[in-house]
């Protein structure tokens, strides 16, 4: 007998919505699957473009069909991220479910695997992040997708990427709730699906392994002729690698395809592997890489490690141009390798097997944290000691919870915004954790760059980049012109351009902090007992929590980066002022003063943020006091 053929949905040229009367002009077929053809659709009042999911209703006629579409429906109708395909809205007529969504023109990263065979690894990084992004967002708001291939990866004409297809997505209820239904497409199924013992979020973390395998190698892991030795093979964790992976591509593939659900490493452990922070990542792609492999910026490698091996997929893969000139490598290496060597307290950065990074309370690496007074430099290097400096880290975490602790607790959404002028709010917009080699870098938003390196001392450039200052193991801070650096710095010099280099070509800003453009600079005269300061504001200390990264500068500030939605808190002491500056997930600022945010309150993302900020400053403070 053969098969019954399958209805497929009746769509005339004009698609109506018999609820508010809006009209659609069906245009091009976008991709049909075993339910659901897909249209462009234009709304004629609008003229704005729509990708149309169109379901037969004899389709779905059985009753779990419809739940199942209704689930689908109301999943994606509550998700809103960039990463994720667009949710417009949805209807029905008497034959068809129509559900009308963000058009993502480019189709999928499946069709551009067709036609490129396999994709660069600097692409793989790109779409990824966006993709994890995207699954961060998900999994937050409890949801499973279930189903993520390269085809449900849409592509949109700036070539960004979109989650989309929630017609396998599942909603956890509660804490350690735990799905048993078996789907899914073969080829991305987790081992835990296969058995039907329970899955939960760890299942999208194989499927991204299974993803991220597949752009660098062309072809799913676990694929075979045979649905049986495919599961099999998923069952027993068989897979293999071309001799022409990376070694940090290997690397985190293996671990995303780790058997045990538990022992995969989490999405923000993930971004921190070595293959994303290690990797050039573009900050945008040509819709022209779509057929085409793309042609990155030329690299070379700038260093070798102490045997003479070269380094590779490190930070210091610099394009060719390069602030400076560079000799003798090897020395430079040496005598950093060396000062780690003798340091007693090494601190924590990117590992190499990033799953055993622990989740640390406070971790804090480096020196006590060093106060100055503004001193005048003096030219030629001479050593100045350092004095105190007007707003320690108490002060900071007093300041904080007697705002807290006045505040009104209810949202309030007319808190009276500060108007910051230039670069009144002293800030790090970049920073680069490279402390399992050489030190801690991070670029202030005055344009200066500096680094903390493992044997506890610190170099940064001033904004003009004419100058340098170096701050010794013995708290002296030093100051030279870039034509008469000192040969024993040398090398710590050139290890510190590698760090600004890197940061000016590879790494995003973190948001800009709005300011009266309009208004003469300076417009307000400084009060502070410091009265022109020209030793250069540098990083004190820097340490990771299990949710942010905490940044405390020698001015006062004191910065928190949340690293699941990259939003920032910022602490700063100004004209015998407290001001507060929030960054949010969209990179916009506000910036408010403590005194105002006391009397008025703020609002609840704001809150919840500053409540952890109040619990890390409490953490450092007392371990200050253990010191």
């Known amino acids: 007998m053969g098969s019954e053929k399958k209805p497929q949905p009746i769509v005339g040229d004009i698609v109506i919505n018999p609820e508010s009367g809006e009209q659609y002009k069906r245009g091009r077929l976008l991709g049909k699957g075993g339910f659901a053809r897909c249209y ?23 009753p779990n069909q419809w739940e199942k579409m209704q689930r689908e429906i109301h999943i994606h109708s509550q998700l809103d991220h960039r990463n994720v395909v667009g949710f417009h809205k949805h209807f029905e007529d008497d034959e068809n479910v129509y559900v009308i969504l963000e058009l993502c023109n480019k189709k999928s990263l499946l069709h551009m695997l067709k036609l490129r065979k396999t994709l660069t690894e600097s692409e793989v990084r790109y779409f990824m992040k966006q993709v994890i992004e995207g699954l961060r967002y998900m999994h937050s708001c409890s949801v499973i997708h279930r189903d993520l291939k390269l085809g449900n990866m849409f592509l949109t004409d700036s070539m960004e990427v979109k989650i989309g297809d929630f017609g396998l997505a599942a909603k956890l209820e509660f804490n350690g709730d735990r799905k048993r239904t078996m789907c899914g497409t073969p080829n991305y199924i987790a081992p835990e699906v296969l058995g039907k013992i329970g899955h939960s979020f760890e299942a999208d973390v194989w499927a991204l392994g299974c993803v991220l395998y597949t752009m660098l190698v062309g072809r799913p892991p676990f694929e075979t002729t045979s649905l049986k030795e495919t599961y099999t093979r998923i069952k027993h964790n068989k897979y293999s690698f071309p001799d022409t992976l990376s070694y940090d591509s290997k690397d985190i593939i293996s671990l995303l395809l780790t058997s045990e659900p538990e022992d995969r490493p989490s999405l923000e452990e993930v971004l921190l592997h070595d293959f994303f922070v290690s990797g050039y990542i573009p900050e945008v792609l040509s819709p022209t890489v ?233 417009k307000r005269k400084a009060t502070s007992p410091n009265p022109a300061p020209t030793v250069q504001p540098y990083l004190v200390k820097w340490y990771r929590t299990d949710k942010a990264i905490a940044m405390y500068l020698s001015n006062g500030t004191f910065q928190l980066n949340f690293f699941e939605d990259h939003t920032k808190i910022i602490l700063s002491y100004n004209n015998s002022d407290h001001l507060l500056t929030y960054i949010n997930e ?42």
Not at 407 to 436: C, F, Q
């Open 40 to 62: 462009e659709l234009r709304e004629m009042s609008t003229g704005k473009l729509y990708a149309g999911k169109i379901v037969s209703k004899a389709r779905i006629a059985k």
């Open 290 to 522: 779509f057929s085409t492999a793309p042609h990155f910026p030329t690299t070379k490698v700038l260093m070798s490690d102490s045997s003479g091996e070269i380094v590779r997929n490190e930070f210091c893969r610099l394009r060719r141009e390069s602030t400076m000139k560079h000799d003798n490598m090897e020395a430079a290496m040496s005598e950093i390798k060396a000062a780690r060597e003798k340091s007693t307290h090494l601190m924590p950065g990117n590992s190499s097997t990033p799953r055993l990074r622990p989740k640390l309370h406070v971790t804090i690496p480096g020196s006590r944290p060093v106060d100055l007074e503004a001193v005048r430099e003096k030219s030629g290097g001479s050593p100045v000691k350092p004095a105190n400096y007007s707003v320690s880290i108490v002060a900071v975490s007093e300041m904080l919870r007697t705002c807290l602790r006045h505040m009104p607790k209810e949202e309030y959404l007319h808190t009276p915004r500060y108007k910051a002028i230039g670069d009144e709010v002293l800030w790090v917009p970049k920073w680069v954790d490279y402390s399992n080699k050489y030190g801690f870098g991070h670029q202030l938003s005055d344009k200066s760059v500096g680094v903390i390196f493992n044997d506890k001392s610190r170099i940064c450039f001033h904004p003009d980049r004419i100058s340098v200052q170096y701050l010794s193991n013995d708290h002296r801070v030093h100051t030279f012109r870039m034509s008469s650096i000192p040969p024993r710095l040398s090398k710590k010099v050139t290890l510190l351009d590698y760090f600004s280099t890197y940061m000016d070509e590879h790494l995003i800003k973190g948001g800009d902090i709005a300011w009266d453009a309009m208004s003469p600079i300076p």
């Open 586 to 627: 969209d990179r916009i600022s506000s910036t408010y003063r403590l005194l105002h945010i006391a009397h008025h309150g703020c609002t609840a993302d704001i809150y919840s943020r500053l409540v952890y900020t109040r619990e890390v400053l409490d953490k450092l403070v007392a371990t200050e006091e253990e010191e």
